[in-house]
């Protein structure tokens, strides 16, 4: 900040004569109305210094501008609250949907992975079962070999034919009579 110029005080002309200006600086004459004339030699008084001002205007206009900065970002925080509490709202059905479509996935890829043990476990059986059956084979062919061998021992050997086996009735006899128990159980909590 300047200070406020302040007038000159009027001093007395001094007692000295004026001094004219020499003539190497006056090359031509100038009207009487016009003639220079000394400037009175005035001295400057001597004041107090003035007071530093301090620049309260600008700390006041620093924590307004703050202020309505504040203002205006708790307007916009209000708002976009509001704004999201209302998207929220309408995207929770949305919401509710997809995590009852991943619970449902999570239970159909838990099922699939139960299927997928069973189905292990079967092939691991039927595995195991094909390798048996090879070895039943070889059993089986040695099998066959003995009752070959057998066979052919016994059309070598004489069995004597019986003229009349004896017959064999196909009537059957029914039982419609039950037949009489008599047992006692303390069960009921009542002897017997």
Do not use: W
Request: hydrophobic share 45%.
């Amino acid at each position: 900040m300047t200070e406020r110029a302040l007038r000159l005080p009027q001093a007395a002309p001094p007692a000295q004569a004026p001094r004219a200006l020499p003539p190497a600086q006056a090359p031509r004459a100038l009207p009487p109305a016009q003639t220079p004339r000394m400037v009175p030699a005035a001295r400057a008084a001597v004041r107090p210094a003035a007071p530093a001002r301090r620049p309260v205007h600008v700390a006041v206009a620093v924590g307004v501008t703050a202020a309505l900065y504040a203002v205006s970002l708790a307007g916009v925080t209000a708002l976009q609250a509001g704004t999201d509490a209302r998207l929220a709202a309408e995207r929770a059905p949305a919401a509710a949907a997809v995590d009852a479509l991943r619970a449902g996935h999570d239970q159909t890829e838990a099922e699939l992975a139960r299927i997928a043990a069973g189905y292990s476990g079967a092939a691991a059986t039927y595995q195991r079962i094909a390798d048996e059956i090879g070895s039943h084979e070889a059993a089986l062919g040695l099998l066959g070999e003995r009752v070959a061998a057998v066979e052919g021992s016994a059309a070598s050997l004489r069995v004597p034919t019986f003229s009349r086996l004896p017959t064999v009735s196909s009537r059957t006899v029914y039982v419609s009579a039950r037949p009489a128990s008599n047992a006692c159980t303390n069960a009921s909590g009542k002897p017997c």
